[in-house]
Protein backbone atom coordinates (compact mmCIF):
# COMPACT_ATOMS: atom_id res chain seq x y z
CA UNK A 1 0.00 0.00 0.00
CA UNK A 2 0.91 3.30 -0.87
CA UNK A 3 1.31 6.21 1.69
CA UNK A 4 -1.26 7.80 -0.83
CA UNK A 5 -3.27 5.07 -0.65
CA UNK A 6 -3.14 4.91 3.08
CA UNK A 7 -4.33 8.40 3.60
CA UNK A 8 -7.31 7.81 1.66
CA UNK A 9 -8.38 4.47 3.93
CA UNK A 10 -7.44 5.93 6.75
CA UNK A 11 -9.47 9.47 5.78
CA UNK A 12 -12.59 6.70 5.02
CA UNK A 13 -12.90 5.28 8.35
CA UNK A 14 -12.21 8.44 9.92
CA UNK A 15 -15.32 9.90 8.42
CA UNK A 16 -17.34 6.63 9.04
CA UNK A 17 -16.56 6.15 12.62
CA UNK A 18 -16.36 10.23 13.61
CA UNK A 19 -20.01 10.44 12.51
CA UNK A 20 -21.53 7.60 14.17
CA UNK A 21 -19.64 8.28 17.53
CA UNK A 22 -20.77 12.08 16.54
CA UNK A 23 -24.21 10.53 16.50
CA UNK A 24 -23.80 9.52 20.60
CA UNK A 25 -22.45 13.06 21.81
CA UNK A 26 -25.42 14.88 19.78
CA UNK A 27 -27.92 12.24 21.30
CA UNK A 28 -26.69 12.72 24.97
CA UNK A 29 -28.27 13.85 27.81
CA UNK A 30 -27.98 17.61 27.92
CA UNK A 31 -27.14 17.61 31.40
CA UNK A 32 -24.91 14.65 31.33
CA UNK A 33 -22.93 16.05 28.20
CA UNK A 34 -21.98 18.83 30.42
CA UNK A 35 -20.97 16.82 33.91
CA UNK A 36 -18.66 14.83 30.75
CA UNK A 37 -16.63 18.04 30.70
CA UNK A 38 -15.24 16.94 34.19
CA UNK A 39 -14.56 13.32 33.28
CA UNK A 40 -10.58 12.43 32.77
CA UNK A 41 -9.98 10.11 30.33
CA UNK A 42 -6.56 8.31 31.38
CA UNK A 43 -4.30 8.98 28.68
CA UNK A 44 -3.28 6.83 26.52
CA UNK A 45 -5.88 4.82 27.03
CA UNK A 46 -8.13 5.34 24.06
CA UNK A 47 -7.99 3.03 21.67
CA UNK A 48 -9.54 1.97 18.42
CA UNK A 49 -9.36 -1.99 17.85
CA UNK A 50 -9.19 -3.96 14.65
CA UNK A 51 -12.81 -4.26 14.62
CA UNK A 52 -14.06 -0.98 15.02
CA UNK A 53 -14.73 -0.89 18.42
CA UNK A 54 -13.42 2.04 21.00
CA UNK A 55 -12.52 1.49 24.23
CA UNK A 56 -10.77 3.69 26.85
CA UNK A 57 -10.54 4.43 30.59
CA UNK A 58 -12.10 7.19 32.53
CA UNK A 59 -11.07 8.30 36.32
CA UNK A 60 -13.86 8.38 38.63
CA UNK A 61 -15.32 11.88 39.95
CA UNK A 62 -16.04 11.03 42.97
CA UNK A 63 -14.39 8.10 44.12
CA UNK A 64 -10.36 8.81 43.84
CA UNK A 65 -8.18 5.90 42.45
CA UNK A 66 -11.26 4.48 40.98
CA UNK A 67 -11.63 3.69 36.82
CA UNK A 68 -14.51 2.93 34.82
CA UNK A 69 -13.97 0.89 31.22
CA UNK A 70 -15.77 2.68 28.57
CA UNK A 71 -16.67 0.52 25.23
CA UNK A 72 -17.75 2.23 22.10
CA UNK A 73 -19.12 -1.36 19.77
CA UNK A 74 -18.28 -0.96 16.13
CA UNK A 75 -20.60 1.04 14.00
CA UNK A 76 -23.49 -0.75 12.09
CA UNK A 77 -25.44 0.36 9.48
CA UNK A 78 -24.05 4.21 10.31
CA UNK A 79 -24.99 4.30 13.83
CA UNK A 80 -23.19 3.01 17.15
CA UNK A 81 -26.03 0.28 18.37
CA UNK A 82 -24.35 -0.36 21.79
CA UNK A 83 -22.25 1.88 24.54
CA UNK A 84 -20.99 0.79 27.56
CA UNK A 85 -19.44 1.42 30.55
CA UNK A 86 -18.31 -0.60 34.27
CA UNK A 87 -19.89 2.28 36.17
CA UNK A 88 -22.93 1.93 38.26
CA UNK A 89 -24.87 4.38 36.82
CA UNK A 90 -24.55 2.77 32.88
CA UNK A 91 -25.06 -0.69 35.07
CA UNK A 92 -27.96 0.48 36.98
CA UNK A 93 -30.06 2.44 33.60
CA UNK A 94 -28.02 1.12 30.60
CA UNK A 95 -27.94 4.85 29.06
CA UNK A 96 -24.42 6.58 27.67
CA UNK A 97 -23.63 8.06 31.05
CA UNK A 98 -21.25 10.99 31.59
CA UNK A 99 -17.86 8.57 30.75
CA UNK A 100 -19.04 6.97 27.01
CA UNK A 101 -19.69 10.56 26.28
CA UNK A 102 -16.33 12.23 27.54
CA UNK A 103 -14.45 9.32 25.50
CA UNK A 104 -17.13 9.74 22.49
CA UNK A 105 -16.39 13.61 22.64
CA UNK A 106 -12.85 13.08 23.12
CA UNK A 107 -12.60 10.53 20.19
CA UNK A 108 -14.46 13.09 17.88
CA UNK A 109 -12.02 16.08 18.68
CA UNK A 110 -9.08 13.27 17.90
CA UNK A 111 -10.17 12.19 15.66
CA UNK A 112 -10.70 16.12 13.81
CA UNK A 113 -7.06 16.69 14.42
CA UNK A 114 -5.57 13.31 12.90
CA UNK A 115 -8.22 14.47 9.80
CA UNK A 116 -6.53 17.71 9.62
CA UNK A 117 -2.73 16.03 9.94
CA UNK A 118 -3.87 13.54 6.81
CA UNK A 119 -5.56 16.53 4.97
CA UNK A 120 -2.23 18.47 5.25
CA UNK A 121 0.08 15.15 4.50
CA UNK A 122 -2.09 14.36 1.06
CA UNK A 123 -1.21 18.15 -0.34
CA UNK A 124 2.51 17.16 0.21
CA UNK A 125 1.87 14.07 -2.69
ZN1 LIG B 1 -19.90 5.38 33.13
Known amino acids: MTSAEFVKIRK ?5 LGRAVSI ?9 LAR ?11 QEGTE ?8 STTEPGTV ?3 LI ?12 C ?3 DHVRHNWACKHVLAVAKEFVN ?6 SLLTQLEGVY
Not at 24 to 32: C, K, L, M
Not at 36 to 46: D, E
Not at 110 to 115: A, Q, V
Open 110 to 115: RGRREW
Open 24 to 32: VVETGNPAR
Open 36 to 46: ANAVKVVPGSL
Open 12 to 16: AELLV
Open 86 to 88: SCH
Open 73 to 84: HPVDRGRIRKVS
Open 68 to 70: YAV
Open 52 to 59: GAISAVCE
